[in-house]
């Protein structure tokens, strides 16, 4: 069974930094991190892709966090330093067999999710 596992999450100070990890059971050419704050749609974080290892981030996060992955594990981590209040959410992990540069945003773009993890940044 397809499975995107994430952990990591967890209740931190302004000015902290926290680090990521989502485990998948099988390769995929893009997987990427998207977050949900209480009350706003789910949005793109950051993205790395398999085979040319590319990162992408929004540009909220830009300078702050790192993305990176084990091709050998299979496994997806977020570096996030400097974390702000604005930077709590839900963080979800998302997987996709192709990556398309005009569209990694979009939560169609990905086949598989996984179920979240809770980031809290207090003032």
């Known amino acids: 069974q397809v499975q995107l596992v994430e952990s990591g999450g967890g209740f931190v100070r302004a000015g902290d930094s926290l680090r990521l990890s989502c485990a998948a059971s099988?390769?995929?050419?893009?997987m990427a991190w998207f977050r949900q704050a209480p009350g706003q749609e789910r949005e793109f974080v950051a993205l790395?892709?398999?085979?040319?290892?590319?990162?992408y981030y929004a540009d909220s996060v830009k300078g702050r966090f790192s993305v990176s992955r084990d091709n050998i594990k299979n496994t997806l981590s977020l570096q996030m330093s400097s974390l702000k209040p604005e930077d709590t959410a839900v963080y979800y992990c998302?997987?996709?067999?192709?990556?398309?540069?005009?569209?990694?945003?979009?939560?169609?773009?990905?086949?598989?999710w996984g179920q979240g993890t809770q980031v809290t940044v207090s003032e």
């Open positions: 099988r390769v995929y050419e893009t």
């Open positions: 998302a997987a996709s067999r192709s990556f398309f540069s005009g569209q990694y945003q979009r939560l169609d773009h990905y086949d598989v």
């Open positions: 790395r892709t398999w085979v040319n290892t590319e990162a």
